[in-house]
């Protein structure tokens, strides 16, 4: 029985006519709808506490003027036709005029670019622009942390903690930045990802109507972030290693821009290394100008051949640069934690916003992490993934070489490190990873990375396939390499 609140009138005439009223008014307002069944009587009575008779006097009432309709084994509908005394005009019920709904200016965010790299059913060969392999997680070393973090739990980790993060886990942090970054005397404090990062950051810096600069292509998410923020952005092409500082010194000098998002060790999504050299260029042009730097190092562990670059943020005697990272390439993608290392001036100012949105995240998580990292076990588990995704990585390489070798039109960089490759296939992305996607194959098309929706490029991310699986998804490919 569906339950029917029915407000009746404290006092006045006999309760009998006010429950016929209550009745009247429902109707008008569009709770109950012409030939809807109306509550029981029996249902109603309970509802109000009265007696049944109460109510069964009432609905005599309606059902005299014409409001209901009496049914078999007395059941009650609303009236098709209904009293045009009442409605004003007969057959409809005059209801109440809806509530004016609030003008709001909704900042939809746009989404349409996850779909050619998020398809609803799984395909064959899914060449997933970059994600760590589960498979490779040491599940049951990191399990016996968590269970120690949980079998002896300290107090404070079920309490609201500082919004920088758990001691145990920031300490941590900040030795293997100064370890293996070079990287210091920093305010780090842990996120929800880099994303959380970017987005805290640009609440503290960023008005609607400032300007900031973004590769192209670049990284969705930073964009739709912006574009929802309301600020304006200018985008500056991507080059074999990394951002055109020609244009963005240009860029610079013509307008005020103040943050630049830069991937320059592994650029997303092209993979493409700025050179020690072009990255000291840069700095001193955002020096000139006035631009603080978001330097997101989604991948630094991910590096073959030689070690990795330091950052921008391990050479910044101005404090200019905002150094963002995550561990979810380390551990897996849902784990969601993040870091981001700040100046020390804007510490207060961070805490004080993070107080006013997330507080802090999620502690348990935080003091395992912790711990798993004083153990040895997370760089232990970066030299096993680095060695695996170095054997990825040339297998796709060696399956390209092949297809090339028997004639297809495709070109590529060999990427120094992450987990894709950027493969230019002389084509239009858009139609490439359509046809892709028909013959089984998953790629992450240039359209979705660019600012004007264009671009021949694939990227093809290698990490959670296997060799066979990598040489057979190239080869169904093939046949699209040489198609003009």
């Given at each position: 029985m569906r339950v029917f609140q029915l407000s009746v009138s404290a006092e006045g005439q006999p309760l009998y006519l006010r429950i016929a009223q209550a009745m009247r008014q429902s109707i008008l307002d569009g709770r109950l709808l012409p030939g809807e069944a109306t509550p029981s009587t029996r249902e109603l009575a309970r509802n109000l506490d009265t007696h049944r008779n109460t109510v069964i006097a009432a609905f005599s009432e309606l059902l005299a003027e014409g409001w209901i309709t009496a049914e078999q084994r007395k059941s009650y509908r609303v009236s098709r036709e209904l009293p045009s005394d009442f409605?004003?005009?007969?057959?409809?019920?005059?209801?109440s005029a809806p509530a004016p709904v609030a003008a709001f200016k909704w900042q939809l965010v746009r989404e349409s670019?996850?779909?050619?790299?998020?398809?609803?059913?799984?395909?064959p060969y899914a060449f997933r622009w970059g994600f760590a392999d589960p498979s490779l997680f040491p599940l049951r070393e990191f399990r016996s942390h968590m269970l120690d973090v949980l079998r002896k739990p300290k107090a404070a980790l079920f309490d609201y903690g500082s919004p920088r993060g758990i001691p145990s886990l920031l300490a941590a942090i900040e030795e293997?930045?100064?370890?293996?970054?070079?990287?210091?005397g920093r305010s780090i404090f842990i996120t929800n990802g880099t994303g959380e990062a970017l987005l805290l950051l640009s609440q503290l810096l960023l008005a609607p109507g400032d300007r900031v600069a973004m590769e192209d292509p670049g990284y969705p998410p930073a964009r739709e972030l912006f574009r929802v923020m309301g600020v304006k952005i200018d985008f500056v092409q991507v080059g074999a290693d990394g951002l055109d500082l020609g244009l963005f010194e240009k860029l610079a000098a013509r307008r005020k821009i103040k943050l630049l998002f830069l991937t320059p060790l592994h650029q997303f999504p092209s993979t493409a290394t700025m050179p020690m050299p072009k990255r000291m260029r840069l700095y001193e042009i955002a020096s000139r100008h006035g631009v603080a730097i978001f330097e997101e190092d989604y991948d630094h562990e991910i590096h073959y051949l030689t070690q990795p670059l330091p950052p921008l943020a391990s050479q910044d005697p101005e404090g200019r640069v905002l150094y963002a990272g995550t561990f979810s390439k380390i551990l897996f993608p849902s784990a969601r934690v993040g870091f981001v290392a700040v100046p020390r001036e804007l510490e207060t100012p961070l805490i004080q916003l993070r107080r006013l949105s997330t507080h802090q995240n999620e502690a348990v998580m935080q003091d395992a992490l912790a711990r798993w990292m004083a153990s040895g076990g997370v760089e232990r588990h970066v030299r096993r993934m680095r060695r695996h995704y170095h054997g990825q990585r040339d297998a796709l390489i060696a399956a390209l070489g092949a297809a090339q070798a028997r004639g297809a039109k495709i070109d590529w960089r060999d990427p120094e490190g992450g987990m894709a490759l950027w493969l230019d296939t002389h084509r239009d992305s858009r139609t490439f990873a359509r046809e892709a996607l028909e013959r089984g194959v998953l790629v992450a098309p240039e359209w979705v990375y660019r600012s004007n929706g264009k671009g021949t490029h694939v990227r093809l991310g290698f990490s959670t396939m296997t060799s066979d699986q990598l040489?057979?998804?190239?080869k169904a490919l093939?046949?699209?390499?040489?198609?003009r």
């Open positions: 409605s004003g005009h007969s057959g409809q019920a005059k209801r670019w996850l779909e050619p790299i998020q398809p609803e059913q799984p395909v293997y930045l100064r370890r293996l970054r070079g990287i210091e040489q057979l998804g190239i093939e046949p699209l390499f040489t198609r």
